[in-house]
């Protein structure tokens, strides 16, 4: 079935509220959540009102917490590439779908119309890529899904047999991106008998990892637009001479300076 099939469907069974801050909007659709669902990105989940059970959307902006993120990215640009055009058409003017969407006065049949001009223009639209959720380390923090992302994938690695300090002296050597070094560890896990199930559930150190990055850049005097890399992180932790001999202890250990009580805690008892 067409995307916009399926969303024309979705949203003819669950609404539409402009405004992603409404309560309204969290039990029914924005375009942007609605089309995230209908890509798989999405998650519905049940919370508990005066009035009973209900379920809530919660649809990120990124693709990072998805394997091979960078495919899934390009297309849904291509999705919202395809509704920009027809917003265009039904508003006459060039306009952003996403932005038109979230004005406080739309209706869901002004909705219906984009998403049927987008029909037609994204007739041969095709399918997207697999979308699978990257398991999840124990306890890791979700408030930047790059880093998350990252840290769970390190955990995929070491549950594939990899250990973290032979990855992190691996990677300190890179010059690239979080976004590059994501998609990086995405192709590295391609490989002929790699289980991208697989994963180290029960350390802590990916969240360890995570937390003292994130206390790391605030530490740096620098623009957001310059945050440091993980990379340079990884570098910066010096433990090239620790290969040999070391263990993931040692890892632990130099991330100590940077951790706050309950995660320095675990750090020293690791």
Not at 180 to 188: R, S
């Amino acid at each position: 079935m067409n995307v916009f099939d399926e969303a024309l469907n979705r949203l003819n069974d669950k609404g539409f509220a402009p405004l992603a801050p409404l309560e309204k909007s969290k039990a029914t659709y924005t375009l942007h959540s609605l089309i995230f669902d209908v890509l798989g990105l999405a998650t519905w989940r049940e919370v508990q009102t005066e009035s009973g059970p209900i379920s809530h959307i919660e649809a990120d902006d990124s693709t990072a917490a998805f394997w091979d993120w960078k495919e899934v990215a390009a297309y849904v640009r291509h999705i919202y590439n395809i509704l920009d055009q027809a917003a265009t058409k039904v508003v006459g003017r060039s306009a952003n779908a996403i932005g038109w969407a979230h004005d406080q006065g739309r209706k869901q049949s002004e909705i219906v119309e984009l998403l049927k001009a987008a029909k037609e223009i994204g007739v041969n639209c095709g399918e997207g890529p697999l979308v699978v959720r990257r398991p999840l380390a124990r306890s890791i923090p979700t408030r930047d899904s790059l880093d998350s992302a990252i840290g769970n994938t390190l955990a995929v690695l070491v549950g594939n047999g990899a250990t973290y300090l032979e990855t992190i002296v691996r990677l300190s050597g890179l010059k690239i991106s979080n976004g590059e070094l994501l998609d990086t560890l995405d192709q590295e896990t391609k490989v002929p008998g790699f289980d991208r199930t697989m994963r180290d559930s029960k350390s802590l150190m990916p969240r360890l990892i995570v937390n003292a990055y994130t206390n790391y850049k605030s530490n740096q005097r620098i623009g957001p637009s310059e945050q440091p890399r993980l990379c340079t992180f990884f570098l910066e932790l010096d433990l090239t001479k620790d290969v040999r001999q070391g263990s993931d202890s040692k890892v632990a250990e130099r991330l100590i300076p940077w951790l706050r009580e309950k995660d320095r805690e675990s750090a020293e008892n690791f």
